[in-house]
């Protein structure tokens, strides 16, 4: 629903806001490669050219929104962000994802946080195509680090929130690491997402006065001998 939202804003986005079109489709490309991870749970990868196979066998069906993407951009009047949307889509699902993604799944926590420290400063390339590839992969281990955590912790959810808001922060005040800051903020978001659509509260068993009621009775009623 999230990534479907954003692609919403990404279509108004040449007609409102046209600075911001190039940090969409970069968070646009965040979402995309979480949710190829989180889709693909298979940790052990088939062996020679079989993963390739049904990795492409499934792929036009994911490419539409990146078509979208696109199309959006050339009635914008920027062909060269089209050609670097199709570039850096293509070069993901076809080459790096299934290069990385068993590479990813090998790595513990913290190998995965320092992968993505390394490549969240190349969402600052001056070439478009670089930084929505880099985007992507970051999509991607932000998943793996997330399905290697507990699910629905409020202490998670609570960290990627204030990351998100202090990325926010620091992108207003310091305008020379927003690029940064950008993909720090995104990838945050997303965590942040993720954790609410599992998040869970604890079931309480039921027991007599132990109602959700707004105010007290003052005088309790008397239970019905059974």
Not at 20 to 44: I, K, P, T
Not at 114 to 137: E, H, I, N, Q, T
């Amino acid at each position: 629903m999230a990534q479907g939202m954003l692609l919403g804003l990404l279509l108004a986005s040449p007609m409102m806001a046209p600075a911001l079109f190039s940090a969409g489709v970069g968070a646009l490309f965040v979402m995309g490669g979480f949710q190829l991870r989180l889709a693909d749970r298979r940790w052990e990868r088939r062996a020679g050219l079989g993963d390739w196979v049904s990795h492409i066998r499934m792929a036009p069906r994911r490419l539409l929104p990146w078509g979208a993407t696109a199309t959006v951009a050339l009635i914008a009047g920027r062909p060269t962000e089209a050609l670097a949307i199709l570039m850096a889509v293509l070069a993901c699902e076809m080459l790096l994802y299934p290069l990385l993604a068993p590479a990813m799944g090998r790595l513990t926590r913290g190998g995965i946080m320092l992968l993505l420290l390394l490549m969240l400063p190349l969402w600052g390339a001056d070439v478009a195509a670089l930084r929505y590839a880099s985007a992507y992969l970051v999509g991607v281990g932000g998943c793996v680090f997330w399905l290697r955590g507990p699910d629905g912790d409020g202490r998670a959810l609570g960290w990627a929130i204030a990351g998100s808001c202090a990325a926010a922060v620091i992108a207003v005040f310091a305008p020379d690491v927003r690029a940064l800051m950008l993909a720090g903020g995104t990838l945050c978001a997303t965590l942040a997402l993720a954790h609410l659509s599992v998040l869970r509260r604890r079931p309480v068993p039921w027991h007599p006065g132990g109602g959700a009621s707004f105010r007290r009775l003052r005088w309790p009623l008397r239970l019905r001998p059974s």
